[in-house]
């Protein structure tokens, strides 16, 4: 199976069963691959996966916010987008963690407006 072998070294030592994990994973990405919303947003532009980030707020000069971005699309026109992948139910700091996630692409892309989308699968 090709999402087994996606699975590093290093990500395997966490799994008990990488078979049934990489299934699951695949099939999460079927069910999110098949939102007409999620396949618009992927053909708009640049996709980038798993953008790894270091940001410091300017409102906290103390801080250094540190994070991997799902996925990061920039489109030709428009505003980039960020796509973060949840499972299970909303929570409170999944929103808490996207607008991080959007003050972080707004500094790195030097723009005003950043597109931010939660999806739950």
């Known amino acids: 199976m090709r999402a087994e072998a996606l699975i590093r070294v290093e990500e395997r030592v966490d799994l008990g069963n990488v078979r049934a994990a990489a299934r699951a994973a695949a099939a999460l990405f079927d069910r999110l691959h098949s939102r007409a919303d999620v396949r618009a947003a992927l053909g708009s532009g640049q996709v980038h996966y798993e953008v790894p980030f270091s940001f410091a707020p300017p409102d906290e000069p103390d801080t250094i916010v540190r994070g991997v971005i799902d996925c990061l699309i920039v489109p ?44 739950y699968a």
């Open 76 to 119: 030709s026109s428009g505003p980039p987008v960020v796509l973060e992948f949840k499972t299970g139910v909303e929570r409170p700091e999944h929103i808490r963690q996207v607008e991080r996630y959007g003050a972080a692409v707004r500094a790195f892309l030097a723009v005003d407006r950043v597109e931010i989308k939660i999806l």
